[in-house]
């Protein structure tokens, strides 16, 4: 019952869909810089994969991070959005 159940709720969404969504992401207008730098390093966690070998694991998270900064930098609007892309930050 419980494979059944796991199985008809869980997520069947293909990887690159949770990609498009990040790279499409956008700040809302009632929604705060750290909201929606909350939003996006949720859909983050969902592009990566997991492997066994830790080597692999941190280039993956490596990338990921970049991708995280890179839609959170595009993403953001108003004044805080044209401040962030003109010092280019490193971390969020």
């Not at 929604?31 to 949720?42: I, W």
């Not at 080597?55 to 959170?72: P, S, Y």
């Amino acid at each position: 019952m419980k494979l059944a159940l796991v199985d008809r709720f869980s997520d069947k969404l293909p990887d690159q869909n949770y990609c498009n969504r990040l790279q499409d992401a956008a700040q809302g207008r009632d929604e705060s810089a750290e909201q929606f730098g909350d939003q996006c390093r949720k859909l983050c966690q969902l592009t990566i994969r997991k492997v066994q070998d830790e080597e692999v694991q941190r280039i993956i998270n490596e990338a990921a991070e970049h991708r995280l900064l890179a839609a959170n930098i595009h993403g953001l609007r108003g004044v805080v959005g044209q401040q962030v892309q003109f010092q280019m930050t490193s971390t969020m």
